[in-house]
């Protein structure tokens, strides 16, 4: 059974509901406290500000297509008017399946 623990606060997530979001999606492996794997790090770009911000930190124990379900489900029911219009990703095959995307950019 995998487990994670996400982070994040209501003003940060209320970002991911921009029309024409720009999504920026990676994950960071050394310095993940035990028992974690990897650390998935949603950004998105700030039109308003014009910088990028982290939005998101899901604390994943592994690192298989469950995992991903279960943050992205995570993500998509706690921010329901998630549509992105540009993702950038290293794992596109994830990203083709749960979103509706016009662009998958690899990071």
Do not use: R
């Not at 790090?41 to 379900?69: H, Q």
């Amino acid at each position: 059974m995998q487990k994670m623990m996400c982070f994040s606060k209501p003003e940060l997530l209320d970002l991911l509901a921009y029309p024409e979001l720009q999504m920026f999606v990676d994950a960071t492996f050394d310095v993940v406290p035990h028992p974690f794997y990897q650390c998935l790090i949603i950004m998105i770009f700030d039109v308003g500000v014009k910088t990028y911000v982290p939005t998101a930190w899901i604390l994943m124990t592994g690192k298989t297509d469950e995992c991903y379900w279960q943050a992205f489900n995570w993500l998509t029911s706690t921010v329901q008017n998630i549509t992105p219009a540009y993702i950038g990703v290293d794992f596109e095959w994830f990203f083709s399946a749960k979103f509706p995307i016009t662009s998958l950019m690899p990071s």
